[in-house]
């Protein structure tokens, strides 16, 4: 019953319009129906509402009616499936279906990504030309905002005696506890807003993100994996296994042909994957269990004068590099036609840009943990706040990051002191809400993200 008004959104909301149909009740119905289903399927196998789709379309499947009819038969196939080979586990109890499905699922949707065609890359750049436009002064204001933030985070907290400021004679005591955490919030805050704002524009897709596009979820899979296979847990061999799994998703999504869909999906089934099989360790009963699950929460509290260092020099040399990217950033909203009309290389330009955000990312997960909402909120934090052009909003994006992952860690350890909240569960609690105030408050002022 619902095919039709479906269809007509598939030729355009113009389209819909002049046929007598309303886009914005057709999507709130739809997205109704959706919601209530979805609520009978929790944990990641809701993963195969992603994965089953894909697959009718992949096997052939075009028209909509026919994915409606092939989607669900699919899905109800490999739950069904899987649920038999769990019960052939002699410890059936402990492995749920959920991560099994996941773990199966996720490989076999990489494997039919390789034949997934590409989609035009849309413009992701406002239209509006009476939008806000912030320049170096305002960049500079914001800096320092960051760094009047990070002394009071420093000098500012909260003791067995109450609220109180950092006296000289507890400086030395406390800075080794204090400053590690510190400069491991900023700069993967740093690191993980230049990499949004660098995806965001790469893709021409608002929601482009490292956590979205997986990035992040193969930085964790890397770490689960060593996790797996290795009796101890270097800082060494934690950061090239990381490294690892950000630049897995790199070569999967940079074969033939490179999409926002084929980004999206890939990032979606690299994160479905990685939850998975965090469900499996942590049902193991490891007795590395309580470093893992602190690190899963995006602690910072365990951090060290060694990830501070490292920390630091990537979001450093990131920053450096990040600026030589404008050219490419201004060029690659316009599509890929223009783009490659105007000389960019667009698998190169786009293979850098993905290496570029890889191995940053990949620290930044190895010092914070998985479990962060920066890299999607700080470049639109940048743009909402006037920050348009490519070079300022790289540079906005990067300071936003750094003040949520500062405030958050500052928060983390004095609002239930002596107990820690972990600074990305934090800001994942903290920052989707305000995130979702400030689109609203965009929808309401007309611009757009």
Not at 9 to 26: F, I, Q, R
């Amino acid at each position: 019953m619902f095919v039709r008004p479906m269809r007509l959104l598939e030729a355009g909301d113009e389209s819909a319009k002049s046929l007598g149909a309303s886009p914005t009740v057709v999507r709130l119905f739809g997205l109704s129906i959706a919601v209530a289903l979805s609520t009978f399927a929790v944990g990641v196998i809701s993963f195969l509402a992603l994965a089953a789709p894909a697959f009718a379309t992949i096997a052939g499947a075009r028209t909509l009616l026919q994915r409606m009819i092939w989607s669900p038969l699919i899905a109800a196939s490999q739950l069904w499936l899987i649920d038999q080979l769990v019960q052939l586990h002699p410890q059936a109890a402990a492995f749920p279906a959920g991560a099994a499905t996941a773990l199966l699922g996720a490989p076999l949707l990489f494997l039919f990504l390789l034949r997934l065609r590409a989609a035009p890359v849309q413009s992701g750049e406002p239209k509006s030309a009476s939008e806000m436009r912030r320049g170096p002064r305002s960049l500079a204001a914001l800096a320092a905002g960051l760094a009047i933030t990070v002394l009071l985070a420093f000098y500012f907290g909260r003791s067995l005696g109450g609220w109180d400021w950092l006296s000289t004679a507890q400086l030395n005591d406390l800075v080794v506890l204090r400053l590690p955490r510190i400069v491991v919030a900023l700069s993967a805050g740093i690191m993980l807003g230049i990499s949004g704002t660098l995806l965001q524009r790469m893709t021409g897709n608002a929601m482009a993100a490292p956590e979205v596009l997986g990035v992040s979820g193969g930085a964790c899979l890397g770490v689960l994996i060593l996790f797996l296979i290795s009796p101890t847990l270097a800082r060494t061999s934690l950061l090239i296994s990381a490294s690892i799994g950000a630049l897995a998703l790199v070569y999967v999504t940079t074969g033939r042909h490179l999409s926002s869909e084929r980004l999206l999906l890939a990032g979606t089934a690299t994160t479905t994957l990685a939850s998975a099989l965090a469900a499996v360790v942590l049902a193991s009963g490891d007795p590395r269990l309580t470093f893992l699950l602190a690190w899963l929460s995006g602690s910072t509290y365990t951090a060290t004068a060694t990830d501070a260092w490292i920390a630091a020099v990537t979001a450093m040399l990131l920053g450096l590099l990040a600026p030589l990217t404008v050219r490419w950033l201004s060029v690659l909203p316009l599509g890929e036609t223009v783009s490659a009309s105007l000389g960019l290389r667009l698998r190169l330009v786009r293979s850098a840009l993905l290496l570029l955000v890889a191995v940053p990312t990949a620290v930044a997960v190895l010092v914070i943990g998985p479990l962060s909402f920066v890299g999607l909120m700080a470049p639109h934090l940048a743009a909402l706040t006037g920050f348009r052009r490519p070079v300022l909003q790289i540079f906005a994006a990067a300071i936003s990051g750094a003040l949520m992952l500062t405030i958050a860690d500052w928060a983390g350890r004095t609002i239930i002191f002596p107990w820690q909240v972990p600074a990305g569960l934090l800001t994942a609690l903290v920052g989707g809400p305000f995130f979702l105030f400030m689109m609203a408050r965009a929808s309401r002022s007309g611009e757009r993200l």
